[in-house]
């Protein structure tokens, strides 16, 4: 599965992302080079453009249940939480996870903990064991993609499934597009 950040910008726009962990990102067009710094809003402090053409997330019951598997799997591997609800309260907890792994290989570690631990028991290994060898793993890229679109978007936002043409000239509904609106960046 790919991953694949979709921008709403002038079509002469590259956007650069510094590093993984930084909030950081270069914008860059012809003539310009802007840094932009992203940080977590509550939505009642987003503002937008009367105009602006845009794909809302409004989130649902299962946003909400799967936002909340996610902070209290987060919890049990920090040992607290912060008292900050949603979005600012989880990134809050990632820090705090951060901070607790002394390596990078022991916040990796702690991370894949995380994420397993919120799938039922022995799901992922029949899944790598009847899933992931049909068809040398297309039934798997596309079975993945589609529920990565379905359950992710209250961690990504709007997102869809679209082509990915691969390196041997295939091309699957594989790639997920991760769609930022940044209509009130001035360039």
Not at 4 to 12: D, G
Not at 80 to 99: F, M, Q, T
Not at 157 to 162: A, E, H
């Amino acid at each position: 599965m790919a991953i694949l950040i979709h921008v709403l910008l002038p079509p002469t726009t590259t956007i650069v992302f510094s590093n993984s962990f930084s909030t950081k990102l270069i914008l860059r067009s012809p003539n310009h080079t802007r840094r932009v710094r992203c940080r977590i809003s509550d939505s009642s402090e987003v503002k937008s453009d009367e105009g602006a053409s845009k794909l809302e997330y409004k989130p649902g019951l299962l946003d909400d249940f799967f936002m909340q598997s996610f902070r209290n799997k987060l919890v049990e591997e920090v040992g607290s939480d912060s008292e900050k609800p949603g979005y600012v309260g989880l990134i809050e907890l990632v820090k705090l996870l951060l901070l607790k792994g002394r390596t990078k290989s022991e916040t990796s570690d702690a991370a894949v903990r995380i994420l397993k631990s919120l799938f039922p028991p022995l799901i992922l290994e029949l899944y790598k064991l009847l899933i992931a060898p049909i068809a040398q793993g297309k039934l798997a890229a596309l079975m993945v993609a589609r529920v990565t679109v379905l359950t992710c978007q209250w961690l990504m936002g709007p997102s869809k499934v679209n082509i990915i043409d691969l390196p041997n000239g295939e091309s699957w509904d594989s790639g997920v597009m991760i769609i930022l609106n940044f209509s009130s960046v001035s360039l």
